[in-house]
């Protein structure tokens, strides 16, 4: 059988698409047993528009040790009246005994594979998986569905729920937080590993929704989260041993990347070589004199009140070992990739430009030896000969069957 790998490798592709739903019972609010298939319903094809979903570590420009998971919004044909409102008897949601309530927080997932030549279904997985927030219908006879990413419900508790009190170590919390029946009817408990898993004095100080504390305890522990579908993590931001996936660009005999659509190749954004505790004497700068030169910024100032003097130095160093180094970013198209690629996966990255002479210059792997190939030289603003590169988003556009992925320079 044709590998998945071969398949997104081809130039023409047979995508698979599918949706289904899962309503909730008004009996408990549980949910139902199975998943209900709502792209074909009624012997008709009812999707319009499949849309995009991203995921990203360190999303916002100049902030590290930051995460999202995007929203899908998916656009149905409702000339049948499926996604009206549960009162309406021709909704999905509607029965005579009341089964079901309302359709937010019905979850939505959205699966993705591959066909063969032969009509064989190929690495067929679920892309994206969340509730639904909110379903808007018109006289244009379409719905479009906004289906918030498991992440939101992290965003609906505040950490005073858990009345916690005393000494707790970065772990101990983030598995409080995840391991509770209303987290994992959603997303199954995995224990945190974080990079330094210090102890935090006070925990009853903590203070903001589950997803705010476990947002700055990624920041502290120099972590950072990952939240797949329902797939969880708390982890080292540290790339993969081996490359997953090697792409190649312009200049190359069998180019998958279709366009860089940015590369900043200094990599500066995010250098910082100083950080240090608020209101607090400690404090850790860089050694290296020549990024001290090119980069004369302000420090990285971070309220670790809540550790002891061992623990804010040992926050500080790892931050430091981390980021005082510049991280060059790349973003670029290519096929759809399913889920072969995450936030931190490994990839190899060639693209060589435009090579001058243009006829029959010598390429590694591309000419045999003795052919009359000359060297050609590298021309245009992206040279990347064989570097490796941590993927840090994954931009999933269902609709146009493509990806755009974001990574830095390892």
């Known amino acids: 059988m044709t590998t998945i790998s071969q398949l997104i490798k081809r130039s023409l592709h047979n995508p698979v698409r599918r949706a289904y739903i899962k309503r909730r019972l008004s009996s408990d609010a549980s949910y139902e047993a199975s998943w209900q298939r709502i792209d074909f319903f009624d012997g008709q094809n009812r999707v319009i528009d499949w849309g995009s979903v991203s995921i990203e570590i360190d999303h916002e420009p100049g902030v590290i040790s930051q995460f999202n998971s995007s929203s899908l919004n998916i656009i149905f044909d409702n000339q049948g009246g499926h996604w009206n409102v549960e009162t309406d008897v021709q909704s999905i949601w509607f029965d005579d005994a009341s089964t079901y309530l309302n359709r937010k927080f019905s979850k939505l997932k959205v699966e993705c594979g591959y ?53 707790k170590t970065v772990s101990t919390i983030v598995d409080l937080i995840m391991n509770q029946s209303k987290i994992t009817d959603f997303i199954p408990f995995v224990a945190a590993v974080p990079t330094t898993d210090q102890t935090i004095q006070d925990s009853a100080l903590l203070e903001g929704t589950y997803w705010e504390i476990l947002q700055n305890l990624a920041y502290w522990s120099n972590s950072v989260i990952k939240l797949v579908g329902d797939t969880f993590a708390f982890k080292a931001r540290t790339a993969g041993v081996s490359s997953v996936w090697d792409f190649e660009g312009i200049g190359t005999t069998n180019p998958d990347i279709f366009q860089v659509l940015s590369y900043e190749d200094e990599g500066a954004d995010r250098v910082r070589l100083f950080f240090k505790a608020k209101d607090q004497s400690e404090s850790v700068t860089s050694s290296d004199t020549v990024l001290l030169q090119k980069y004369l910024g302000e420090p990285e100032i971070i309220d670790l009140d809540n550790f002891n003097s061992v623990g804010r130095t040992a926050i500080l160093t790892s931050l430091l070992s981390t980021w005082e180094n510049p991280k060059p970013v790349i973003r670029f198209s290519t096929r759809f990739m399913l889920n072969q690629l995450e936030p931190l996966d490994k990839i190899n990255l060639t693209i060589f430009g435009q090579l001058l002479p243009v006829d029959n210059s010598f390429r590694w792997d591309a000419w045999t030896w003795d052919d009359g190939s000359v060297w050609g030289q590298l021309k245009g603003a992206v040279n990347i000969k064989r570097q490796d590169f941590m993927v840090t988003q994954v931009n999933k556009n269902i609709q146009n069957w493509s990806t755009e992925i974001k990574a830095e320079k390892v």
């Open 115 to 167: 066909k063969d030549e032969d009509g064989t279904e190929v690495g067929v997985v679920d892309v994206f998986e969340g509730v639904i927030e909110s379903v808007r219908i018109g006289e244009n006879q379409k719905s479009v569905v906004n289906v918030l990413s498991y992440q939101t419900i992290l965003q609906r508790y505040s950490v005073s729920d858990l009345s916690m009190t005393g000494a």
